[in-house]
């Protein structure tokens, strides 16, 4: 039975011939892995976009090609809204009024916390 040691290797590889690594090799690792920059996007998103574009325009087609299609459609539509109410003019003066009165609060500009103002 033949044992070896941890020390015989050790002397077997401090003995070869090993020529010095390139200038700036330690530098260029870490730039291509810890350093690296996080991507614009990353693969599964790509993949759901385009999957979501691909079923859109499979929609887009089937919904062109039918017969009738676009008639069928906006008849749905014109239903849903009078069933619905929302084709009321006071559903739209809300909606309008809602959506000023968001905005104009979004544009004020209060301060989050009171703080005193020390002078320089």
């Known amino acids: 039975m033949i044992y070896h040691h941890d020390d ?39 993949w759901l976009v385009g999957t979501l574009v691909a079923v859109a325009a499979w929609l887009t087609w089937t919904l062109l090609s039918a017969p009738h299609a676009i008639e069928r459609v906006t008849t749905a539509l014109a239903r849903g809204l009078e069933t619905t109410g929302a084709g009321d003019y006071t559903v739209f003066v809300w909606l309008a009024v809602g959506i000023s009165a968001t905005w104009w609060i979004w544009q004020l500009s209060v301060p989050s916390s009171p703080g005193r103002v020390e002078a320089k």
């Open 8 to 46: 015989d290797l050790d002397r077997a590889l401090a003995s070869l011939p090993l020529e010095e690594p390139p200038a700036g090799l330690h530098a260029r690792i870490m730039a291509a892995t810890v350093h690296r920059p996080e991507p614009l996007v990353r693969s599964w998103e790509v």
